[in-house]
């Protein structure tokens, strides 16, 4: 399995693919992915100006360890093949689908990447693949995308799509959102990749926005599709384990460590009654908490 699979995405920062001002430095920033849009941000007589773009900069540009994602066209479009060899030949970490309403349309693509990764003598497997979901028929076959592909690292939701799907719109309240949200996080949770949330446009609304996060983290989410490198701190702050909940999960796997050994399945910390189920959240805390750069721990 390709070891990007599980990688910190807390953030996914949306980009112009066809942009130089906008693509050639966002790891300044510090988001954990960059999307390179090859879609709805391009008009369709400059498809292949932004193709040209994109390659370019996959190719000469040093991203600092920012995971490159490319954002195709819809299958529906005459643009997606191209827009797959041209990610796949500059050298993008993974391939964004839009519109995704099946197992099949994740299939389809994957057969375009295996077919790229020869072409350009790119190693097997290491392009992957992940959904954006944006229509009601899309949410109900989430758990089928999802185990589509070995390939696939997580789902996306889209709500402004979605929502017209709905017959709503965006209220900025979450509630024309809570259903899909839901769905895709425990779909995604059974299939065991990551799922990430649709960005927050109201760029002026800086409290809704942190309290749009603080719900999808609470619901289960990974990380927030975003649209400015201002919502990047917000983001990471609240996807990121606290010291107190760093320094809890520690003891939690020290003790069970400590009392299983000893035959007792039933303890307290701090007050509170834990047995083994709660090892391996306690196990994911720490481990976010390094891949965050923020444990100095030893375990």
């Known amino acids: 399995m390709n070891p990007n699979k599980k990688r910190l995405r807390r953030t996914m920062m949306f980009l112009n693919a066809q942009k130089p001002g906008l693509i050639k430095d966002p790891y300044i920033y510090k988001p954990d992915s960059i999307m390179l849009d090859l879609e709805d941000a391009v008009a369709e007589n400059q498809k292949d100006a932004a193709r040209f773009s994109l390659y370019h900069a996959l190719k000469t540009i040093d991203y600092h360890g920012c995971e490159r994602v490319v954002r195709i066209n819809g299958l529906d479009t005459p643009y997606w093949k191209e827009d797959i060899r041209c990610a796949v030949a500059g050298g993008c970490d993974a391939i964004r689908i839009p519109k995704t309403e099946s197992a099949q349309d994740v299939k389809v693509v994957e057969e375009e990447v295996i077919q790229a990764e020869k072409d350009f003598e790119r190693e097997e497997g290491s392009v992957l693949i992940m959904a954006a979901i944006e229509s009601a028929r899309g949410v109900m ?108 999960a520690e003891k939690v796997v020290r003790e069970i460590d400590d009392k299983k050994a000893k035959g007792i399945g039933v303890f307290t910390v701090d007050g509170k009654m834990i047995d083994i189920a709660f090892y391996d959240g306690a196990k994911r805390t720490i481990e976010l908490a390094k891949a965050s750069g923020v444990y100095k721990g030893d375990l």
């Open 141 to 248: 076959r989430a758990l089928d995308i999802c185990e589509a592909s070995d390939r696939l690292f997580g789902i996306a939701l889209s709500g402004g799509d979605y929502t017209k799907d709905l017959q709503t719109h965006i209220t900025g309240t979450g509630i024309e959102l809570m259903g899909a949200r839901q769905n895709m996080v425990i779909a995604a949770r059974a299939a065991g990749v990551q799922c990430f949330d649709t960005v927050y446009t109201d760029l002026d609304n800086m409290e809704g926005f942190k309290q749009d996060v603080q719900t999808i983290h609470l619901m289960g989410f990974d990380g927030k599709s975003i649209i400015n490198p201002r919502q990047i701190d917000i983001v990471h702050e609240i996807f990121t384990p606290s010291q107190k909940d760093i320094i809890f």
